[in-house]
């Protein structure tokens, strides 16, 4: 099997919804002119980060944003996970929602934020997204001709449960669209994306938006990928760009056949106490 190629997209978010679309459309463009597999958008890529923003551009499952990335992905034959957007159900609860389509752009994908992003860190950052934001249920992932792949959305990755999840459901690279802030950026995102990667023996990919120092939610950028040995293949600063990292699966194999980590577990033990 030949080796795959991701587009990570760490593009700037406006409050101008269409802006955003042709923000998008023209990294999509340009990342499929480089013979791309799948690219990938930031959480929250059509809408400003906040909570009082989620009601106002939330769509319906089928809306204008869903059909515009159903549109690249056929047009360029590309997987697209398209980062994350508001979606509203027909009775008003409103989630983080990420949808992935195929080369066909058919929808094979939609995960909802699981895990909710309430903190509060004194002297540093405050967001409450159960204000306006509903969870979801579900634990995802999805197949292509190349590998499965896991699913989640930002702070759903700091639960190392789902990640797990993910990879007894047989996921050899897991996709974070995702924006950490000033706080919690420099002290979590690097290692977090290479913990998860050692403890799974999986690829571990995060897309950010980029920094805008003006906006009420400073995103921290630096979209990353890091190898299922825990190197960093590929990583950003803070501006915005992309990048195309390429993807081995008979990496993973290999490390998984020479640390066997996963079949050395201790799951008699573990279940004991969880
Ligand atoms: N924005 C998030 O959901 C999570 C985050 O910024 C963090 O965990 O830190």
Redesign the pocket.
């Known amino acids: 099997m030949r080796h795959m190629y991701l587009a990570v997209i760490q593009m700037k978010t406006t409050e101008d919804k269409l802006t955003n679309l042709k923000t998008a459309t023209k990294f999509i463009n340009k990342a499929c002119e480089q013979k791309v597999d799948m690219v990938i958008l930031p959480?929250m890529f059509n809408c400003p980060y906040n909570t009082s923003n989620f009601p106002i551009y939330a769509e319906l499952e089928n809306g204008d944003t869903y059909k515009y990335l159903s549109d690249l992905a056929k047009k360029h034959k590309v997987y697209i996970v398209g980062g994350s957007i508001p979606e509203k159900d027909f009775n008003g609860n409103i989630y983080n929602t990420s949808y992935v389509f195929d080369r066909k752009g058919k929808q094979i994908a939609k995960h909802r934020k699981v895990h909710l992003?309430n903190i509060q860190i004194e002297g540093g950052q405050y967001f409450k997204e159960s204000d306006t934001l509903n969870a979801g249920n579900n634990v995802t992932t999805f197949n292509t001709e190349f590998a499965t792949f896991g699913l989640a959305i930002?702070?759903d990755f700091?639960f190392p449960e789902l990640s797990r999840m993910m990879v007894n459901n047989g996921a050899k690279a897991i996709i974070i669209p995702?924006?950490?802030?000033l706080t919690?950026g420099p002290a979590?995102w690097e290692i977090l994306f290479k913990s998860r990667a050692i403890d799974n023996q999986v690829y571990t990919i995060g897309c950010s938006s980029s920094r805008d120092c003006s906006a009420s939610y400073i995103s921290y950028g630096n979209s990353i990928a890091v190898s299922p040995w825990g190197e960093i293949i590929n990583r950003m600063d803070e501006k915005e760009g992309y990048f195309i990292c390429k993807l081995d699966f008979s990496y993973v194999d290999k490390i998984r056949n020479e640390l066997p980590l996963l079949s050395h577990r201790r799951l008699d033990l573990y279940n004991q106490n969880t």
């Not at 995702?178 to 802030?181: C, D």
């Open positions: 959480e992003f930002c702070y700091r995702a924006s950490f802030n919690t979590h």
